[in-house]
């Protein structure tokens, strides 16, 4: 249901913006969508949420492909990019109350509650916040963990996105957001992208018109800094990052699984370049598979620089270390 009204959202953009074409929209289950019974962490398919929507893409059978930004590989397989990054929604993570814990916060609920998340990420930061929780596995669809936590005792509460919960018009069940002080967020966690065939430039012209700059300056230097540590589902990688005044700030982290060891630094830079008019032929460059037309060139050169080097000052304080040893555990 939320893939569809993420792709509905899009679409309605795009019949707004192109009044003469007409969009037909296709749906179709992934892997991801199959295969409830185990962690996400645990089947160590990068592709989980994309492949058979790719295959689709590549067989012309369809021509966009609306995704969840963080569900997308910071590599994509040849012949394919993010032609748009949409206008990212709250990135941060919610937490939603059995009904009986209802006006309570995490701080307050009684030992030993159990908190269902299938995130590494959400479970390594807060098992170090709130050591008197249990941390539990918990799978499917919105709809799903939302009837699981109502209708059963097994869990105080679930954390989820924001904005998965605000798209789906369930906001009022946010009991808490979680500030990046108590949770960094998944990489481009809140932005929807649409990935298109490479040499399609019709249709890459088409919806680089749904790029929001902002967004994609912002997600760059997040799958940069992603990309350099070799981060993805099996591992806790978090982040933050602002953009104010023309300056581009990346908080960027790595956990132990239980959250006893981590890194976590912040850089910036300046991404504010006028748009040139000399970007004409090179503006296909992909940066972390994105392809940003109306974004200038430099700007996304500079935010891509960014994610890279402060990788780079985590790998030399031993962001390695943290995360082979998360990824043995996660394996075993």
């Avoid at 991801?32 to 689709?56: H, P």
């Avoid at 908190?115 to 919105?142: H, V």
């Avoid at 679930?158 to 605000?166: D, F, P, S, T, V």
Wanted: proline share 4%; glycine share 6%.
């Amino acid at each position: 249901q939320l893939a569809r009204i993420q792709t509905d959202s899009v679409v309605e953009t795009l019949r707004e913006l192109y009044p003469d074409l007409c969009f037909e929209i296709v749906a179709m289950s992934t892997t991801g969508d199959k295969i409830l019974d185990t962690a996400l962490s645990k089947i160590g398919e990068k592709s989980l949420f994309t492949k058979e929507l790719e295959n689709a893409l590549e067989r012309n059978e369809v021509d966009l492909v609306v995704h969840s930004l963080k569900d997308l590989p910071t590599s994509l397989p040849p012949g394919f990019t993010i032609g748009a990054v949409c206008k990212r929604e709250n990135p941060l993570d919610a937490v939603v109350f059995h009904p009986k814990n209802c006006g309570k916060t995490l701080n307050l609920l009684p030992e030993k509650s159990v908190i269902g998340t299938s995130s590494l990420r959400r479970a390594a930061q807060l098992k170090k916040k709130f050591p008197q929780l249990e941390f539990r596995d918990i799978r499917g669809n919105l709809n799903t963990r939302l009837k699981k936590l109502d209708e059963q005792e097994d869990f105080s509460a679930i954390i989820l996105a924001a904005a998965g919960l605000k798209r789906m018009g369930w906001e009022h069940r946010i009991g808490q957001l979680l500030s990046p002080e108590d949770c960094l967020y998944a990489v481009g966690q809140g932005a929807l992208a649409v990935e298109v065939r490479a040499k399609d430039q019709e249709i890459l012209n088409m919806v680089s018109a749904l790029h929001d700059a902002d967004t994609v300056l912002r997600c760059v230097a997040e799958r940069a800094f992603m990309k350099r540590l070799e981060g993805g589902c099996s591992v806790p990688v978090a982040v933050n990052t602002v953009l104010k005044d023309g300056q581009l700030y990346l908080t960027g982290a790595v956990y132990s699984l239980d959250g006893s060891d981590s890194l976590k630094e912040t850089m910036q830079t300046s991404v504010s370049y006028p748009q040139q008019s000399e970007d004409g032929p090179n503006d296909d460059v992909q940066h972390v598979g994105i392809t940003a037309r109306n974004v200038p060139g430099r700007a996304l050169a500079a935010a891509e620089s960014l994610g890279v080097d402060l990788a780079s000052l985590l790998l030399s304080k031993g962001a390695k270390h943290i995360l082979s040893v998360a990824r043995q555990l996660n394996d075993a």
